[in-house]
């Protein structure tokens, strides 16, 4: 009884309000706190308002865009969709037993039907549209619903060429199709762009606290790049990584993957790890992420270890900081609606290497996924286009600035050392602007 009173009265409890917009910044913080984390029960609450958004406001226009009036998706549990898992409320987290989910354009002035042919509810997001006490069979139930509505072609998410438009398994794609009587078995299309477009769009919604996300990923790395986390002398790159892993399960966040923390030394012909100690004179580089509200970020940033009077890190360091400043610049000044990744990297290499910069571009999409759908700008490995980076560029787009210059530091004796920067920006449609800013300055680490 006292459970239930408790559950009753959770229940009744009013969600806090949900914060403010923040706008997005140019100028990064030097020292920001984080700010006040969202309780659990209100996250879930501001996703599906995003979420019911999202499906009101984009799924139609972009299913007519691409040119079908059905989209069927399928997932199973462990075997999520990419894309069937973003359109999941904050208590349902994945697919369970078979998850079906089926959108319909019902023509002009009408707002798609959202059907789902499943056991369990989402959220009120998606009308339930099967009983099993009079349809045992799920197939079944969806082949009727498929052809009352009699659609000319159907999107199903089948691709050769990219992850986040191939979430429908072998398996269920051959039971789907047995299922489906003539002849709309022969009308299923790959959804392809519809999938990626789908992913890659931010929402007006997302993108008023995608800021504070952001910010809050920054104040993290801000607290592991100083004397709070780093004691030259004592401790290590591995012992850094996780205390950035602790100091995220502490706020209750989530990563979707371990830091990335190397150190670049005076002397050392390559870059060190692991168990290394930091040492004064060190310049530290930290590639770090976070999952928050949905959305992930994918930030890099560089910290010099302050020698036993020095005030300020070496001219050469912060120079080296500045040249990749001014790639990042070259990017983010070639992006153009309508251009492909290829387009943009070409661009951007160009303008690069016309300052004498020595550039390698490998920026890529920001959003429900931390690699995520749309096209990408070159890669780390490979300089030349691809069809990675066919995709076009699409408005209302977030985006890494991902990339390094390499730089010869005089006070190191000319040692080239490559300067890696990232951080999370957006695309209107006509700029790029940064979400919270970007480094422009090395994070200065002295003593306690």
């Known amino acids: ?195 990626v477009n789908w992913l890659e769009t931010r929402t007006p919604g997302e993108m008023a606290l995608y800021p504070m996300i952001v910010r809050t990923a920054h104040a993290i790395m801000a607290e592991g790049l100083s004397s709070k986390a780093i004691t030259p002398g004592v401790t290590t790159v591995a012992d850094l990584e996780w205390w950035l892993r602790e100091r995220i399960a502490e706020l209750r966040l989530e990563t979707w993957f371990h830091p990335g923390i190397a150190i670049f030394r005076q002397g050392e012909p390559k ?8 040492q004064p004179g060190d310049l530290v580089w930290l590639d770090f992420g976070i999952t928050y509200l949905g959305l992930n970020t994918d930030t890099q940033h560089l910290a010099y270890i302050l020698k036993p009077g020095e005030t300020d890190a070496p001219a050469g360091l912060k120079a080296g900081l500045a040249a990749a400043n001014k790639v990042q610049d070259a990017v983010t000044s070639s992006f153009r609606t309508g251009l492909s990744g290829n387009d943009i990297l070409l661009a951007a290499r160009k303008k690069a290497l016309a300052q004498g910069l020595e550039a390698t571009i490998y920026s890529h999409p920001i959003g429900t996924h931390g690699h995520a759908a749309g096209a990408a700008i070159g890669f780390w490995d490979d ?30 004796g000319g040692q080239k050392i490559p300067f890696r920067t990232e951080e999370d920006a957006f695309f209107d449609g006509k700029s790029v602007r940064y979400i919270d800013g970007r480094q422009t300055s090395l994070k200065l680490i002295g003593p306690k």
């Open 271 to 278: 870059e060190l790890g692991g168990n290394t100690v930091f």
């Open 383 to 412: 300089q030349a286009p691809s069809p990675r980076g066919d995709h076009k560029l699409r408005p209302d787009t977030a985006w890494s600035i991902e990339l390094n210059t390499l730089h010869a530091v005089p006070e190191w």
């Open 1 to 195: 009884m006292r459970k239930l009173l408790f559950a009753a009265l959770l229940a009744a409890t009013p969600l806090s309000a949900q914060p403010a917009a923040w706008p997005l910044s140019q100028t990064e913080q030097a020292d920001p706190a984080v700010p006040p984390v969202i309780p659990l029960r209100d996250r879930a609450r501001i996703e599906d308002k995003w979420l019911a958004e999202r499906l009101d406001s984009i799924a139609l226009p972009l299913m007519r865009e691409a040119g079908v009036d059905m989209w069927i998706l399928v997932a199973r549990e462990y075997v999520d969709d990419p894309v069937l898992k973003t359109m999941l409320d904050g208590e349902n987290f994945t697919a369970r037993r078979r998850t079906i989910l089926v959108f319909t354009d019902r023509g002009e002035g009408k707002p798609p039907e959202r059907l789902t042919v499943s056991r369990y509810g989402l959220g009120g997001l998606f009308e339930p549209s099967w009983n099993p006490e009079q349809q045992p069979d799920q197939w079944a139930r969806l082949a009727e619903l498929v052809a009352e509505r009699d659609p000319k072609r159907i999107a199903v998410n089948i691709s050769p060429e990219t992850a986040f438009a191939d979430g429908l398994t072998a398996g269920q794609y051959q039971e789907l199709r047995a299922a489906l009587p003539a002849p709309y078995a022969d009308r299923l299309v790959p959804a392809g762009p519809l999938a």
